[in-house]
């Protein structure tokens, strides 16, 4: 894909994923513009800061996605979309449901409508491991967009918009992740962890970053695409971060899973797997099934979760797997 021709926009633009998207696009792909949507004033001004030449392709866009019109004023002339705005934090989701329900849902639904009477010509969503048989909210708001989001092709006709979904686990270092947590305890010598036996899938940003922009440049619309990463254990995990601190066990919190799963069971019969990924087909009349040539089919059972994952961090790849401090 020829980038430089291209007007991007990232919604929630200014989170931890938008800062380093803009910071691969402007170095590596250098697109004719990029947009950033989102709504903290405060955030893009810092923005400006950090990308701050005259000459910059950067635009701040002011705006919600919950705001269906003002979506549409900023998807005038853009060629592809990537939507990471969500209301992501669990206990905030369990405690707000309808402000959840009205980000990661409605939300999910604006921009799939305005994309599609603008004339988008794609756009990838940003999904999550716990929308895969969701215990909490936030899990099943995500479930619902990404059924959005397939769905939507059905819904552009001959505008031509296409959609589709990316879906990876937990992000090395980003706002919210149990790193900074154990960071900042290490200093009292004790961390918390609420059950030893706990796993979870990681990638970094900047791995989460290009996967998206190589998803971006394949997808056909409708697959929910899916990397191989590695998983560890958060007793691991713990020693990396905080080596030497007392670890304590205050139990599991609520719609927190002990494992997550990236691929369920079912899901895997319309899954293809490919050397990096796999790739989740449509089960929709609409689907061309000789989209994704190549690639096998995964065994009958088969799940892939964080549990029975075959690729592992130890406590020493971890510091060398991620570009944050340990």
Known sequence: MNWNDKTVLVTGGTGSFGK???????????????????????K???MRQMFSDKDSPVRYFIGDVRDR????RAFH??????????LKQVPACEYNPIEAIKTNVVGATNVIEAAIDQGVKKVLALSTDKAVNPANLYGATKL????????????????GTVFSCVRYGNVVGSRGSVIPLFKKQ??????????????????????????VINCI??????????????????????????PGCSVENVGIRPGEKLHEVLLSEDEARDAIELDDMFVVEPSHPWWNTDAWPGGRRPAEGYRYASDSNQ????????????????
């Not at 619902?144 to 505008?159: I, P, R, T």
């Open 77 to 86: 002339g853009v060629d592809i979309v990537v939507h990471a705005a969500a």
């Open 217 to 242: 440049e394949r997808m056909h619309g409708g697959e929910v695409f899916v990397p191989k990463i590695p998983s560890m254990n958060i007793i691991d995990l713990a020693t990396a971060i905080a």
């Open 69 to 72: 019109e003002r979506l549409e």
């Open 144 to 159: 619902c967009a990404e059924k959005l989001f397939v769905q939507g092709n059905a819904y552009s006709g001959d505008v």
């Open 311 to 326: 690729q592992w961090l130890s406590v020493e790849d971890l510091k060398s797997f991620a570009d944050v401090e340990v």
């Open 44 to 46: 893009q001004h810092d």
């Open 20 to 42: 380093k998207f803009v910071s691969v696009m402007l170095n590596e792909c250098k697109p004719k513009k990029l947009i950033i949507f989102s709504r903290d004033e405060l």
């Open 186 to 211: 290490r200093e009292t010598g004790k961390v918390t962890v609420t059950d030893p036996r706990m796993t979870r899938f990681w990638i970094t940003l900047d791995q989460g970053v290009h996967f």
